[in-house]
């Protein structure tokens, strides 16, 4: 969208300056809010037209049946699928009795704007009706990053050259039709009217809807309250029925006239409190919300927003792009984790029903990455939820015949969502991504509370899987056969590369961690010997190397298999998985994202630079990326061994997926993993942060676009600074006691207040590795 | 049932001498009459209780939408569906009013008995009826192996010891209610009334239903005609409708006295006939068996039997059970395929509805084994089908990226039906197995039209699938990544050892047969250069071995996998895939039914001796057959290179795997391939019969249990009768001109009429491998 015309290029903003429909349903995911806990689409405010409407409450979902031609044991026979909920956003207008529906009459300006340092979405246009009647009408919507269960609508409309009678209807509405986009695996599959009614009141300004789930049997509550500044002779009138609740405010407006209506929502949900118990909690939220009323819940809204970005701002000198498109991201990261609690971070957050509103490892991998170095108490709360997820994950190894822990591949509630098994079931690195999140976690925040309370037991648990799932070789290796890695289109490998030393690092954390806390390890029933075995097996682990071509195969025989035929591929064949087999996919060399190359960044120090060097050229030329994971993974180690010019491309690709739309499916929701993929780019990329058992460093390193990158990160209770010039990077400890860390070869330590510049070595040229033909990273700068 | 106390051991009958309704559904598959083109199971005449109806038109299927969690490329969108046609074989009873149904009343005698030479169906009981009166009831059933379209009954019920009134009601029932026995992948999931009324017309003794399959659209005509003999004021009426048509007949019966029936009926289908030339095909068929009559008609199917006995029988001495099992074998294998003419022969021919009535490779390995030898034109028949599906396998060759023709892993028209490709389309052997089918009947026929006319087209359409299904690796080696093989406890392996030495085979003998027929191979496409890259692909095929182990991986790496934890197996833990995910399977040793060991038999030429001892050792000790394509396999290389009391263990499996319902699911139909595995068990076996481009030869050698084996085959035109017995063996041409064929390093030249006998050598003795704990053959003898 950056590329669309309607978009303006500014850093702290994304606004659109006019209404393109044919790119609605996007714009309705680019222009969501939400606090982790509730989420709504930007769907315009009168309900219609929509791209997509919706409504989310974390962790609401309905259940349904998952088919099978053929019956396997231990397929998941049900599938949870997120809820569009009552839809509270929606306040109509009747001009003299014409709906305002921007189809028809028309639309003579209009202009919206998502403020990521208000947290508030604006809209403003003039309309005029069929009839001629014109309206002004001005938009702030808000959902409250510090009052949970709130948002809030401020509404106005204005009379322009002649007086019109307006009606405002603002509305609860229950069971909305959603359109269904059948044919993309990657949708979700819209059941009709989940939401059995169970109660509606309609009382002054006030009303109120209650649902339940029809096949979960989880129950939703949303009501709302007015208040409203108009003309006299204003009548209101509320009613309410099964699926729809309704105040309407009746007015006439003379030229320069207003009506404006504060909408106050609360949403509240439960899987087991009883309807007045849950009828109560949401008048109580409400009550608290009208109360604070419009203008305080904003400057609460704006202080938590100061907070977050004065300790995690990026700033972008010399491409306003990517300054705006990183902004973009971390504003949505946020608000998708700020309030998630103890509820997961699902991969398109609340903005939309893609992947059914499934968490898969894009949470652990790439969402809590930025999220550990700017907001780690989120961090911790996404990783409490896995650890919610033991009972349920301890059942499904048992099912599975394992020891331990299998984490679901894509889930809700934490049972196994996914029915395609060989991509699902069989990608066990999620375990190893969980132990992952906790290890960055715990080295990035030493909280010694978390590892007795969370961590340890899901590194523990994560590490019996392993041995339960590897089996020592005739010559001693430990091996895992027969498993997925992140690459889909490959799977059912033996001892992929990064599933192994993933396991690995987890093996040795588990053992580590155990080590350090025994009681808490005896508690979890840690055996003596039983660390031994998992550092015995990490020992041993098997990691596959081609000596013929001196590069890692990504799993045993990958190297020997044929190489895709991209000469032959059509560019409207891709994304592949749409046009060819799976098994032509598997068995070829060919792949979809970031696998060996994400080893090589999570596990850097179980590689030589040499490696690195000649790993990344090799899977650079047979890396597609028809998964928006991938582009930020390739920009990380670009940064590291390539030439930073690549890993720029690989930057701005990142960026660009959501707002530029480049996997045709935002219209389903943001891809979390890639706005977070933005900000790792800049900061693990050209910033060339680390973080690791023996501390943190810094391989800071311009890529010629950028005149300067400075960016604030939290660590262990300390913020720093960072400023990454062309020759030379600048380091202060802006708050924390004494930091040391390294700088390239150099150690630097700072005091509170201090800072450090150190200069930047130059790096060797390194000619720039190919990619398939038609797949290198786009172009979206001239100058690039 | 061989072990079941109602049956009895007898050379040419399998009869049952007691009822039991506990494995009613079984004895109806057991008694199954078919000609390969009409298939009628074993129900009693009255229709109830039975324990599955069924009644089947070789290729009228129904289509149902398969259902897919996930959308994925190339999956097939509908299954084909094996329809339970129009019942003609009802014949109720009224006793005085009360209705003749074995579970009330009593059954004072009861016998069943289908014998093997007259290909009939007999039945007799006595019944004493709640209020108790008596009646004897003899019936017979044939479906004609002459008149295709036609099976006749012969319903004979007597008073005895006080007068009754007797209704005799022959009906024509469609869309019976079938159960459904859901949890069985195994099994088939039955649609309900499947069948949209045509037509339906009763007049006089005749009547007849016309009906349309509701989703594929075949047309189905199903017609019944009577004569009767009975005493005196006998009344007779018939109606009429949808779904039943019935011919009633009234009579009274003193003590002795008799009302027999008979029955003829016939039987037509067609996609494209319209319902009048169908209606008068059907009716036709029906004028011709009636005029033929019941005796003409018995006397015509013994003839057609004598003459199969008289070039096929095998004769067991030692073992009466194992005389009756390969004959009952026998009889149902010919009867499968007889008229199946252009039909395909399904995997449970048209005894019952497993597999939804789908034909797999079962049909080109097993039963075109037996087929070849015993009834050629059946087996061209079968490959001119397999030749009729080449427009759908070309083009789903072409949707998978491939050249050449890719059949089906199951299907009834040639449209894959197999929802779960890993081990569907991925199973590429098939496409092996057909061509292998090609030669094996080329071998044994030198039948040169059939090259020209069917044959040289299969060849040439496998080997282009292989050439590009397979690619040139660094070191020049030709390899087949990524599919599965035989064993369904692995898949999406590199390089299967079976499909491999398979695809070699395919791959020169579509080379030597184009150049034998250089005018037809050109009408093919086939271009200068084709073959010799055939050639060459063959030439370079990787077949993968394991150095350290001395054996053949059944597929690259397969050896290092872990070892499945068979003492950790419990007993009701088999069959596996019903207990253990396919992922744990897939990873593991541990292999379902032969795969290794079958390329062993069939590409015999590609392994040496040492080879297959200790290939055949290894597997032994990791194969649980939990298929029933297994035991035969191993019982044929077991009496190659292992101990022959082992091998005949695992003949004596086959041989009971029906009669004694080993595998738990005869009620969905009898196991052809296993009934062929009997055969081939005997004549592969203990025959060591094999038939490759240098011609026939014996190795013929008996277990202990065996005094004499005799078996018939035919070979190039000629009838060969072939005696083992413990020293020596003795060969006679039966008919036909000379031929030269090996026994042992012996060339052995007979004349017509002549025979020669030759001593057996004896074998080294080597100790029995052992199987995985609690999986070694079943013993069904005291002695073994």
């Known amino acids: ?94 001009v003299n009795d014409e709906p305002l529906n921007v189809r028809y009459g028309k639309l003579l300006a209009h202009r919206r704007s998502l403020d990521f340092r208000t947290g508030v979405l604006d809209r403003e246009f003039e309309w005029q ?74 009382n002054g300004t006030r009303a109120a809807l209650l649902h339940q789930v029809r096949s979960s049997g989880l129950r939703v509550a949303a009501a709302m309250d007015h208040t409203y500044v108009a003309p006299e002779e204003t009548e209101t009138t509320s009613e309410s029925s099964a699926d729809v609740a309704r105040l309407t405010v009746v007015s006439s407006l003379a030229p320069g006239e207003r009506l404006s209506l504060t909408k106050f929502l609360a949403y509240g949900w439960s899987s087991v409190r009883s309807r007045p118990a849950l009828q109560d909690q949401v008048a109580g939220a409400l009550e608290v919300a ?67 509103g499934h968490t898969f490892w894009d949470m652990d991998v790439f969402v809590l990455d930025f999220l550990t170095a700017t907001s780690p108490g989120t961090a911790a709360d996404a990783l409490r939820w896995r650890r919610s997820l033991l009972p349920d994950a301890r059942a499904r190894a048992r099912q599975l015949g394992l020891s331990g822990a299998a984490f679901p591949w894509r889930t809700i509630d934490g049972k196994e969502s996914s029915a395609y098994w060989p991509a699902g079931t069989a990608a066990f690195h999620i375990g190893a991504d969980v132990a992952y999140a906790v290890v960055r976690y715990l080295r990035a925040t030493e909280d010694q509370d978390f590892a007795r309370d969370a961590g340890l037991e899901l590194l523990v648990e994560t590490a019996r899987l392993w041995h339960s799932l590897g089996h020592e070789d005739a010559g001693g290796g430990f091996r895992i056969d027969g498993v997925t890695g992140p690459d889909e289109y490959s799977a059912l490998g033996d001892n992929n590369v990064y599933t192994n030393v993933m396991a690995q690092l987890n093996l040795d954390a588990a ?40 590069v890692h195969p990504q799993a045993e025989g990958f190297t020997d298999h044929e190489v895709w035929d991209f000469a032959g591929t059509r560019p409207d064949q891709y994304p592949l998985l749409l046009h060819f087999p799976y098994f032509d996919l598997y068995r070829k060399q060919v792949v979809k994202q970031a696998d060996l190359v994400l080893a090589l960044h999570l596990r850097g120090d179980a590689f030589s630079e040499e490696d690195k060097v000649r790993d990344f050229d090799y899977y650079e030329r047979i890396t597609v990326r028809d998964s928006s994971l991938s582009a930020c993974c390739q920009a990380v180690i670009a940064a590291e061994v390539g030439p930073l010019e690549l890993a720029y491309r690989y930057a701005e690709e990142s960026a660009h997926m959501d707002l530029s739309d480049l996997e045709h499916n935002v219209r389903d929701g943001l891809h979390l993993a890639s706005l977070a993929g933005t900000w790792m780019a800049l900061v ?51 708050k924390g006691e004494r930091l040391s860390f390294s700088h390239y070869s150099d150690v630097v330590q700072l005091e509170e207040g201090a800072g450090a510049r150190r200069a930047i070595p130059s790096r060797p040229r390194r000619p720039s590795p190919s990619q398939p033909v038609g797949r290198e990273p786009r172009r979206f700068r001239t100058e690039t």
């Not at 409450?57 to 309905?62: A, I, K, Q, T």
Request: glycine fraction near 8%; hydrophobic fraction near 40%; proline fraction near 7%.
């Open 1 to 94: 969208m950056l590329g669309h015309p309607s978009f303006s290029v500014e850093p702290w903003q994304l606004t659109e300056v006019a209404l393109d429909l044919d790119v609605l349903a996007q714009t309705e995911s680019l222009f969501a809010l939400s606090n982790g806990h509730l989420g709504m689409r930007g769907n315009l405010d009168e309900g219609e037209p929509y791209g997509l409407p919706g409504t989310y409450l974390n962790s609401v979902y309905e259940l349904r049946p998952l088919p099978y031609a053929e019956v396997g044991y231990g397929n998941p026979e049900s599938l949870q699928s997120v809820v569009n909920v009552t839809n509270g956003k929606v306040i109509r207008l009747l």
């Open 129 to 202: 009706s069929p009839s001629g009647a014109r309206v002004r009408v001005r938009s702030k919507r808000m959902v409250s990053l510090v009052q949970r269960a709130v948002a809030a609508i401020h509404y106005e409309v204005e009379g322009v050259d002649r007086p019109v009678r307006v009606a405002i209807q603002s509305e609860l509405i229950a069971n909305e039709t959603v359109p269904v986009f059948a044919d993309d695996p990657r949708a979700a599959s819209a059941p009709e009217s989940p939401l059995e009614p169970e109660a509606h009141i309609a």
């Open 290 to 356: 009208r109360h604070t009323g419009w203008d305080a819940l904003a400057d609460e809204q704006r202080r938590a927003l100061d907070d977050f970005w004065g300790r995690a701002d990026v700033e972008v000198v010399g491409d306003p792009e990517m300054q705006q498109a990183v902004r973009f991201a971390m504003f949505h990261l946020y608000q998708a984790a700020a309030r998630a609690e103890l509820r997961p971070i699902p991969a398109k957050g609340l903005t939309g029903p893609g992947y059914d």
């Open 511 to 550: 053992a580590a961690c155990a080590t350090r806390h025994p009681a808490r390890a005896h508690e979890l029933g840690v055996l003596p010997g039983e660390t031994g075995a998992w550092r015995g097996a990490a020992k041993a682990m098997v990691i596959p190397y081609d000596r013929r071509l001196g």
């Open 684 to 734: 693990d990329g050209f910033g060339g942060m680390r973080s690791t058992d023996e501390g943190l460093s810094f391989h800071p390193s311009l890529p010629r676009a950028l005149s300067r990158l400075r960016f604030r990160v939290v660590y262990r209770s300390r913020q720093l600074r960072v400023t990454v010039g062309r020759r030379e990077a600048t380091y202060e400890l802006l």
